[in-house]
């Protein structure tokens, strides 16, 4: 991919709300027909920097082109251009999903038949064409992203931008979304895709950013990203509970080069639908702790010291290569969703 055309440039992005710098002088380009995923943890800087790419805040300095188009001199021509799945659901309640994406479509300028195709056309992609002439209101968490999503597209814009599109919602409507974005993706739509889940970066992307403190701490392919954490293994121990002093007790271990927490903990804090089934769930099953090693062999028996002496249960223990959640420990000392 790498002599395929850049479709958008973001050079030297800056944005700042008095002290702090939300995005910090970012700067990377995106390929035409690739899925790029901003991956970072909740206040990293994702929304913001998308947002200035979407022409709704004005960079505090620097610049992104989209297609040519300057997002300080042709913002119109910008907006034209993407179409966008915004974090927060933008849809009126009491409208069905046929009035919502008729909506929609007449904002983006379409009309007549070609609007009706388009809203058609939208309501299979999102699975809800038998459900459409219900009101947005009555429809599930996971429904209504779905629709979210099928009136950014209606335009048939050539970049999608989504803004984790998945958070809180149930997980079907979450794999419909994420096959959604692979169909578009294989249609020739160019995919921004802002995550804190790396199991789903590592699904769709095929070039990540891995944002923190509203800085790009690394760029590349899944497989350039992972051979960061290079001879680096991981254990992955599945745990009753992680115990306050346990996990920097375990990053004191000689050998052991980062240790977090990670698993349930926070789908079930979200406001997720099921949320309650998801919460006994994760009782059930634990936690997971994650070390990180360049000789894992060695230090197995170290981390079930220290872990016994916290008084915590041990249910499993494996030793994986490195994913993406690794890489981030790697490059921070600490986890995506800390
Ligand atoms: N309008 C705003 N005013 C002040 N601070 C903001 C504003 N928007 C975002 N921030 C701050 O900027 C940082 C990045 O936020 P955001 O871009 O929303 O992160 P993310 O989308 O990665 O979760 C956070 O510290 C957030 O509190
Ligand atoms: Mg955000």
Known sequence: MSDTPDIITVTDLVKRFGEVAAVDGVSFAIREGEVFGLLGPNGAGKTTAISMIRCLLTPTSGDVVVEGFSV?????????????????????????????????????????????????????????ADRAREAIEKYSGGMKRRINIAAGIMHHPRVLIMDEPTVGIDPQSRNHILETVKELNRRGMTVIYTSHYMEEVEFLCDRVGIVDHGSLIALGTIDDLKRLVGGENVISARVSDVPDGVLDALRALPDVDGASSAGQQDVAAEPSE?????????????????????????????????????????????????????????????????
């Open 72 to 128: 300080l001199r042709d913002p119109m021509a910008v907006k034209r251009a993407l179409g966008v799945v915004p974090q927060d659901i933008a849809l009126y309640p009491t409208l069905t999903a046929l009035e919502n994406l008729r909506f929609w479509g007449r904002m983006y300028g379409l009309s007549g038949s070609l609007l009706e195709e388009r809203v058609a056309e939208a309501l299979a992609l999102a699975g809800l």
């Open 274 to 338: 099921g949320a309650g089934a998801e919460a006994t769930l994760a009782d059930a099953a634990g936690t997971t702790i994650e070390i990180l090693s360049h000789d894992s062999g060695a230090v197995i028996a170290s981390v079930v010291t220290v872990l016994t002496g916290f008084g915590v249960k041990v249910m499993s223990l494996d030793v994986r290569e490195p994913n993406l959640e690794s890489v981030f420990l790697h490059l921070t000392g600490k986890s995506l969703r800390d």
